[in-house]
RNA sequence: CGAGCAGGCCGGACGGUCGCGGUAUCCCUUCGGGGAUAUGGAGGAAAGUCCGGGCUCCAUAGGGCGAGGUGCUUCGUAACGCGAAGGCGGGGCGAUCCGACGGAAAGUGGAACAGAAAACACACCGCCUACGUCUUCUUCGGAAGGCCGGUAAGGUUGAAAAGGUGCGGUAAGAGCGCACCAGCGUCGUGGCGACACGGCGGCUUGUCAAACCCCACCUGGAGCAAUUCCAAAUAGGGGAGCUACAGGCGUGGCCCGCGCUGCUCCCGGGUAGGAAGCUUGAGGCGCAUGGCGACAUGCGUCCCAGAUGAAUGGCCGUCUCGGGGGCUUCGGCCCCUAGACAGAACCCGGCUUACAGGCCUGCUCGUACU
RNA sequence: GGCCCCAUCGUCUAGGCUGGUCUAGGACACCGCCCUUUCACGGCGGCGACACGGGUUCAAAUCCCGUUGGGGCUA
């Protein structure tokens, strides 16, 4: 067991294996691996400050517009066409992503908002291809440790 | 056993764990929210948005014109373009399947090309020369030819040619006469009815209405981003018009009518938060009764998703249904693999389209055996 | 989510309501020839399309139904 992530998927949990757990409220009392709403972006403005002012970071299935926020944490929206699919898939997609930033936002370097768009390519994707494809982008990005 | 027809049903199951969103109770709170426990969280099509309703607003949806839809009958239903039972026509040996299936002697139109002719029929090739008349010949009986004509049996064209077949009849023919068949009208019988059967009559009135149209019936318009409430924000500016014999808006084809308005319209500027609507409903399940059936009635029982940048997912285990591969002593054994179409957005009833695989019931035909 | 519209040569379109020589017309583009010393302009000719599947009809780009793909409006 290479990748601490896949902790996140087992009973078992170890402190140890979460190198930034510091970045979480100290009022929180759940486990590291959870997407509450707070952390989602979720209004037109939020999404508008993403897009222009951001790095981007592009390959053939996603591409990630990333900001460096330190006072709020980290945030992540999506953005899935029409283009990718039918509603299933395109459904299917955004659970990927959102159980990706589940499992690793532990391993984030930096608290960062970032806005993923969907290219029609993903569609494809499994859940495991998924997963290398985004540690891939993001530690391209430099926002994930790897 | 094989081939087939119809109807109904299922659309993996159980468990663990990390998450996501709903509800209830309790606890904490810096009043923003956070936490614990319990409970339940996609479909047969949730889809396409093709019909019909409920609901909300506009007048409790009113009158006229226009526009649109439906179209064998009778039932069922809240309603329907849906369903059931039947009629008629067509396909199939059959079980059964398919059908926009009212009206063309109300009207207006269309039918390219071909063909003589495409709709108050016509006369190209044919057939006939009885009647009338002319010429020639004559064995004085008549014969041949022409004119005036007759005819729709046959031929050609076409998607379609003016009832069909047979016998009689005739100069040749013709519903001209008759028989049967088709069609039309009418009467009787059966049926609620579509219609069926039988008698009689005069003999024939083609096709397209998914061309306009006529007839019967139906439809007011918009849609939960409807609509209502709370909070916040800007109220300031520029331009134009109107002073009632009227103007504007609601109103989405128009007119009337109705309602609202005292200022109205245009340009420019600002807001996109929260709550209600939001899930108890023509509701599901079971039983009984009525009905051939669709369905209805009664009783009992259950509460079963409500998000809003938008919840159902990730991983692991066990087991099954199929599928693939290998071994085989043909009994089986081992390995791999949950795998179709597809994701609620106000809610119902249908229709249509997509769909891996599987189950049940009834029936038909063929073969074999008893 | 709801309500609408559209689909014809490579591109922009005409025809559709009223079905038939529509073998689907035009413009630009492309190809060939002529003109010109050459290019451009001009002239002549050519290539090239009814989104898909059914139905009605003798006959469908046109009428009807379904499917697919685009586009718009709406708090």
Redesign the pocket.
């Known amino acids: 067991m290479q990748d601490p992530a896949?902790q996140?998927?087992?009973?078992t949990?170890d402190a140890s294996a979460m190198p930034h757990a510091d970045q979480f409220s100290e009022?929180?009392?759940?486990?590291?691996?959870?997407?509450?709403?707070?952390d989602?972006?979720?209004?037109?403005?939020?999404?508008?400050a993403v897009f222009s002012n951001s790095r981007k970071v592009v390959d053939r299935y996603f591409v990630c517009y990333l900001v460096t926020q330190e006072q709020q944490g980290s945030k992540m929206?999506?953005?899935v066409s029409?283009?990718v699919?039918?509603?299933?898939?395109r459904?299917?997609v955004?659970?990927?992503l959102?159980?990706f930033f589940?499992?690793h936002r532990p391993l984030m370097t930096a608290p960062c908002h970032f806005?993923i768009v969907a290219r029609p390519a993903a569609a494809a994707l499994?859940?495991?291809e998924c997963v290398r494809a985004m540690k891939r982008l993001l530690q391209r990005g430099g926002v994930l440790d790897g």
């Open positions: 896949d996140a998927n087992s009973p949990l009022t929180s009392r759940r486990g590291p691996y959870t997407f509450p709403p707070a989602r972006i979720r209004k037109k403005s939020e999404y508008a929206g999506l953005a029409r283009k699919g039918k509603a299933v898939t459904n299917r955004k659970r990927y959102r159980e589940r499992t806005v499994s859940y495991a």
